[in-house]
């Protein structure tokens, strides 16, 4: 090709670029509004345009660029419908790990995705492979340094485009829905990605209990009692949404309530998934709200070093010694990296549980049980455990279910594409015998228990809710001491209320 239409080539296909990236977000699931504000439109076209100059400079052909952002703008507007088909949000930028982790992760990612858009994907990709080392994409392609200048000039214009709109920043709610339909995918994703660079500038409840004297109600450490909290997976009572459920599948669930200190529905910030949203709040005490961009994976601000004070934290200058049980590899979310940060003397992943029992595909809820309460045992100190349990982790659709299943946990015949509900009826009754066998369990502690079980969030089953409706969001908690002090009390609370409730249930602060 020759040189002088080589560096108009860059233009014309900035311009494609833009075209289809556009046209593209006629798939997207909200559709955005085509009458979005000029500065969405400016940083549209910055970004695809600095985007094609940087391919164009990298791979010496307009045209192989413009491609290549075509599929990629493509698999994500397929990634961002999967979401929001499993989740009701849509794909943000704080996602940006899901390409590593599905990778790293396949069987928590790929069946959402779905195999078909996986496939599809892939086809994409194998075209612009054959495009690169095909003859027509010889023909096509140039002179290196003039694509290379050609391809920094589109940058450059880029550049001027995301700069003028970024001269009075677009406002965003962080309601991803809302934020899609106002101003785009390219520029909602921009600008969620320009507010996560600052830290937030929001302070801890546990800030003002590290600045002044604390008296705990139990004042030696000898009286201070083990503190167990258990962040049950996809944990609430299924029985609200479903009369036909057997009550006996949370029977030992009932019996911690009667015996509790408090109980109630608790308001989490995660619905289906995106656990840590749910863990930070309950470990840091903030309301996700107050959190900005970062509300949608807190623990990556952490993991850069941003630091705030923790339920863990407060624990250990009592004299607790603290650990983090979760049975999954340790780097998932980061934690490897968190945990420690967050105040945690110990973190505990998939390793500890070499040989361990599972149920599904993930360990057991017994197994995690079971550390529990050989850590309690052979403690010589106050104790703290944070577990995170796996088992009723989807995706639940690729469990089989039987009829003896069914007749165990429904007092009579469901409609079809219930077995979702199945699987997950499964595993609830295996988190309600954790919770029987860590009450059982206190009693043989050198020192009394105090127990927080929680859910994270409500599970995916989409079909299920096509029949009965979605639930609100909504999870379960329960406070619990192991002398059965106390009387049992209704009350509703935000996960981020729910630490500072436990501590003064358990007399540790006044």
Excluded at 118 to 141: C, I, K, R
Excluded at 310 to 335: D, E, K, N, Q, V
Excluded at 489 to 507: P, R
Aim: hydrophobic share 50%; net charge neutral.
């Amino acid at each position: 090709m020759h040189a002088e239409h080589a560096v108009f080539a860059p233009v014309l296909a900035a311009i494609l670029a833009m075209v289809a990236t556009a046209a593209l977000e006629l798939l997207l699931r909200p559709r955005p509004s085509f009458s979005r504000p000029a500065r969405a439109w400016a940083l549209h076209a910055g970004v695809v345009c600095a985007m094609t100059g940087v391919l164009t400079a990298l791979l010496g052909n307009s045209w192989l660029s413009v491609g290549c952002l075509v599929v990629l703008f493509l698999i994500l507007v397929l990634v961002n419908n999967a979401k929001v088909a499993s989740l009701g949000e849509p794909f943000v930028f704080q996602d940006y790990e899901y390409f590593t982790d599905m990778v790293r992760y396949p069987r928590l990612y790929i069946p959402f995705f779905g195999w078909r858009n996986f496939l599809v994907s892939v086809a994409g990709g194998l075209a612009l492979l054959y495009f690169a080392v095909s003859e027509v994409g010889h023909l096509l392609h140039y002179n290196w340094g003039v694509a290379i200048l050609a391809g920094m000039a589109a940058v450059v214009l880029g550049a001027v485009c995301v700069w003028a709109a970024e001269r009075r920043p677009l406002r965003v709610s962080f309601d991803p829905l809302g934020d899609l339909r106002v101003l785009g995918f390219v520029a909602s994703l921009w600008r969620y990605w320009a507010l996560s660079r600052k830290f937030p500038e929001v302070s801890s409840p546990f800030e003002s209990l590290d600045s002044r004297p604390v008296r705990p109600l139990r004042t030696t450490q000898k009286a201070l009692p083990h503190m167990v909290a258990v962040q049950s997976e996809s944990f609430f009572d299924p029985r609200r949404l479903f009369p036909a459920i057997r009550p006996s599948v949370l029977a030992e669930y009932d019996r911690l309530k009667a015996q509790s200190r408090a109980w109630g529905a608790l308001r989490v910030p995660a619905w289906g998934a995106n656990t840590v949203r749910s863990e930070f709040s309950f470990l840091s005490g903030i309301d996700a709200s107050l959190l900005g961009a970062h509300r949608f994976n807190p623990y990556r601000a952490l993991a850069r070093g941003w630091k705030v004070a923790t339920l863990a934290a407060f624990l250990r200058s009592l004299g607790y010694r603290t650990i983090c049980i979760h049975p999954y590899f340790r780097s998932f979310y980061l934690r490897d990296k968190v945990m420690p940060r967050m105040g945690f003397d110990a973190f505990r992943g998939i390793e500890s549980f070499t040989g361990a029992r599972c149920y599904g595909p993930y360990i057991s809820d017994m197994a995690v049980a079971d550390m529990i309460l050989e850590t309690l045992k052979t403690a010589s100190a106050p104790t703290f455990v944070f577990a995170i349990t796996m088992e009723n982790h989807g995706p639940l659709h690729l469990e089989t279910v039987g009829q003896a299943d069914e007749a165990e946990l429904y007092s009579s015949a469901t409609p079809e594409n219930f077995e979702d509900l199945t699987v997950f009826l499964r595993h609830v009754r295996s988190a309600d015998a954790m919770i029987g066998t860590l009450a059982a369990g206190a009693a043989a502690c050198n020192r009394p228990m105090e127990l927080c079980w929680y859910g994270d969030h409500v599970p995916i089953m989409p079909k299920v809710y096509d029949t009965l409706g979605a639930p609100c969001g909504d999870v379960e908690y329960v406070l619990w001491n192991g002398t059965r002090e106390g009387i049992a009390t209704h009350q509703d609370a935000g996960v981020e209320q729910l630490a500072m409730k436990w501590l003064a249930s358990a007399g540790l602060i006044g």
